[in-house]
Nanobody, 127 residues
Framework: QVQLVESGGGLVQAGGSLRLSCAAS????????MGWFRQAPGKERDLVAA????????YYADSVKGRCTISGGTAKNTVYLQMNSLKSEDTAVYYC????????????????????WGQGTQVTVSS
């Protein structure tokens, strides 16, 4: 059984930093994309960042470009999201997800394409 366990969320002041971690267990993903989604109350779940299994392809939402860095990937069964210069609008539940069974390193952005999900970790940015 696949498990994705997130950690690193919390309360931080605007301008601060957080590092989210996600560890995958239960199977080895030979070719997959790992990503971080977030969902604020009343809003849709959106992809924040993702990385291909080889690490040679990454995606960042426009809202976090220049402030966030994703690292790791399925080759290591872990993925990290370093978030800097946090803003109040970054407040959300952050979910780790895996788009498994990929044959290319193309990153898909729809949550419906992702096969496995973590429970989520709350990130709250106070202004």
């Amino acid at each position: 059984q696949v498990q994705l366990v997130e950690s690193g969320g919390g309360l931080v002041q605007a301008g601060g930093s957080l590092r989210l971690s996600c560890a995958a267990s239960g199977r080895t993903f030979s070719r997959a994309v790992m990503g971080w989604f977030r969902q604020a109350p009343g809003k849709e779940r959106d992809l924040v960042a993702a990385i291909s299994w080889s690490g040679d392809n990454t995606y960042y939402a426009d809202s976090v470009k220049g402030r966030c860095t994703i690292s790791g990937g399925t080759a290591k069964n872990t993925v990290y999201l370093q978030m800097n210069s946090l803003k109040s609008e970054d407040t959300a539940v952050y979910y780790c997800a895996v788009d498994a069974f990929r044959s290319t390193s193309t990153i898909r952005t729809s949550p419906t394409e992702y096969d496995y999900w973590g429970q989520g970790t709350q990130v709250t940015v106070s202004s």
